[in-house]
């Protein structure tokens, strides 16, 4: 067994009962932490034979990290997104606050219990942020401090409140995702201030020791993008250690010492630091320090890195919370696995402790059978002095009578948003989606509450997606404002780029990841600062895919924001494949927490505009994604019924009773469909059209309305069953849509029906729209041919 995590040798420096109680409370995170993998591994029932699996040794890595940063330094508007395999930490530490029960910890990775990593919608209300998606929560911390800032200067917030730091508790094998360097330079372009990262730098990652020559990369990387570094590489005993005569060639040697060979060490305890130390240090004035010492205070000494002692962290988190809003990277060195037996073996990440070593651990922590679960079992502090400390803790105290999530009231919509003239007209959705939000932005009448909360994003395509009039009454947002160099020289341009803290659209680059990751943090602006934001993100149709990581992990906290992707598919005709997108629809109907749409006319579209900013203030809403083209088309003045278009899909032309086929189409197809149906209803009169404005809501209520017969509500009927209803029941149906034909391939089973599902189901190519529809089946001949199809079974 390596020495105890609060072992101490005849080189420690005296403590104060502060400091006692604040070690007694580390002690404890370490055994709750591996006692709760334990328990899910060994203790726990396993039903079906499955591996349940922790990380007992990443734990153990960070516990004095989160213990200075939680008992002592953190207050409650602070923001902390935690290092997803350090979940079971943050449950213990709640278990000590009194914000977390025994049953959930004896839940963890079980259903009804605690996540594997924390999450904000399953875990509860003391989560900042879900941090399961390596990098992303670190990331996410950058953008949530510039939402800070931007409701703050806009007035959007809590006035009454002080402001808080936006804190990240990294692994260091997280920095080797590229989405925490991308924000790394967007933050800097937007001279983000109050963030934190403090990395757990125990250099193993899943596989492998991690390469020496890290350390000197990172660094570097984040003072070129104006940070703070502060190292914390060596704890107080080592400090007193280095001060005596001989300790500079310790130094040294500890310094030149190669983190395999470290790691090793670590993990073959005191006897083997000393062998080592004296073939290279017996000649040295160092040996009298190794000398003096047993195997196991030599091991405590070699092993006392400065993210392991909590007074040192301690000091330097203070220190950097003196010297103002600058963004600080801490790199904290620690061992992984501190305190347990497979500290610094390479192949200790998802390593658990034996039946046999838990026992041995249980003893060296005083802890009884049976009392596993006891908050303060095992400690040399009374009951009472303990409570009283975890009491005044400053992140223990309430930051509202409410606790830490905050709320906002909702912002009043219009029952109607102000659609541009149609009649006569040609205009892509795009286009109306452009013109619509430029109306709303001249902020008059009904329409003011709603433009002042409405704030925008993009990543280099703001005005190629039509958000250009917008910005130009809105205005860019900077900290710091900033002169439109063009315009204060007379040239001419459409666009006015001046920049001021109150702009309302924050220009990103072009990475797509910090889009999601922006729109994520905006999105839960409500909870984190008490301000309501509505926030609208544009991106070109094929690059969700780029950041759809990020958009996953905003859904799964249940961000509210509106994505508008545009344009999409085949019919951006001359920009080639790679600009042009197949799948998205397909994940539009996948992701949860995200309602997809993708109107075909402007009519259509300013519903579902207006419902996408009431949707996302519901507390059953979500976030929403509008599916857009830059094609023209003919709009017309009609009477929607706005239900039907939110739905899922509304009858053009309704089928007669019984009739024996109809025709279905989605975006921009809209009028290749159209003439098709005029010629099929010469030989169908019956027929009818039906214009689909989400496959995923119809798709959703469907999946509702099935589970709710199956759990004995038989009068549940979804709308596309309505839709469908007058349909024979051989009917046959033949869909068209410029995404995966797969997308409505599903109709058929409704009501069982034949389908023939239209659409392009690989890689487009540089054209126009003529021959790429005729090419990949979407023009009206096709559609005429899949009717005959369809109609001959």
Known sequence: ????????????????????????????????????????????????????????????????????????????????????????????????????????????????????????????????????????????????????????????????????????????????????????LEGWKHDVRNVWWIVDYNRQSLDSVVPDRLFGRIEGLFRDMGWNCVTIKYGRLLEAAFAREGGE????????????????????????????????????????????LTDDELGALMTNLGGHDIETVIECLRAADADGDQPTCFIAYTIKGMGLPFAGHKDNHAGLMSKEQMEQFRRDMNIRPGHEWDLFEGLDVPEAELQAFLRDCPFGALLTPEGRTLSAPSVFVPAALPIPRLAGRRMSTQGGFGEILAEIGRGQGEFKDLATHIMTTSPDVTVSTN?????????????????DVFRDSKLASAQRWGMSPKGQHIELGIAEQNLFLLLGAAGLAPGMSGA???????????????????????????????????????????????????????????????????PSHVDELGVLLRHAFDFMQRPDGSAVWLRLSTRALEQNERALDPAAVIAGAHWVAPPAEGARIALAYQGPVAPEAEAAFEVLREE??????????????????????????????????????????????GAALVTVLDGHPATHAWLGSVRGQRVVPLGPDRFGQSGDIPDLYREYGLDTDAILDACAQAMLG
Request: contains cysteine; proline residues 6%.
């Open 532 to 598: 309501r934001v509505l926030p609208v993100g544009t991106v070109y149709d094929p690059f969700v895919n780029r950041g759809l990581d990020a958009l996953l992990y905003a859904c799964y906290q249940d961000a509210r924001f509106l994505l508008v992707s545009t344009p999409s598919g085949l019919t951006l005709a001359p920009e080639g494949g790679q600009h042009q997108s197949v799948n998205t629809p397909l994940i539009g109907m996948a992701a949860d927490r995200l309602a997809s749409f993708e």
């Open 249 to 292: 060639a310790l130094r040294d040697w500890i310094d030149d010492c190669p983190n395999s060979l470290y790691a090793a060490l670590t993990f073959q305890g005191g006897a083997a630091w000393r062998q080592t130390l004296l073939a290279d240090l017996g000649r040295s004035k160092a040996r009298a320090i190794i000398d003096e």
């Open 467 to 483: 958000l250009g009039p917008w910005v130009n009454r809105r205005g860019i947002f900077d900290r710091h404002t900033r002169n």
């Open 684 to 729: 169908e009169p019956g027929a009818g059209l039906l214009a689909i404005t989400s496959p995923d809501r119809l798709h959703a209520g469907w999946l509702a309305a099935m589970r709710a017969r199956r759990s004995g509500d038989r009068s549940a009927v979804a709308w596309v069953e309505r839709l469908l209803a007058p349909l024979t029941q």
């Open 1 to 184: 067994m390596n020495a105890p995590i609060t072992a101490i040798t005849p080189l420690a420096p005296p403590e104060s009962r502060h400091v006692l109680i604040l070690k007694q409370l580390e002690r404890k995170l370490l055994w709750l932490s591996a006692w709760m993998i334990h328990n899910a591994n060994h203790i726990r029932p396993n039903r079906d034979g499955l591996k349940v699996g922790g990380h007992q040794a990443s734990c153990a890595s960070c516990i004095s990290i989160m213990a200075a940063l939680y008992l002592e330094v953190a207050r409650p508007q602070d923001r902390i997104a935690v290092k997803p395999h350090a979940g079971p930490v943050f449950h213990a530490m709640n278990y000590l606050f009194g914000r977390q029960t025994r049953e959930k910890l004896e839940g963890l990775r079980q259903f009804g219990g605690i996540q594997p990593y924390p999450s904000r919608v399953k875990d509860g209300a003391e989560v900042d942020f879900s941090t399961g998606s390596v990098g992303l929560g670190v990331a996410m911390t950058s953008f949530s401090a510039l939402m800070a800032d931007y409701t703050r200067l806009h007035g959007l917030g809590r006035t009454d409140l002080p402001a808080g730091r936006h804190i990240a508790i990294c692994g260091d094998a997280e920095l080797d995702e590229g989405n925490i360097y991308e924000a790394l």
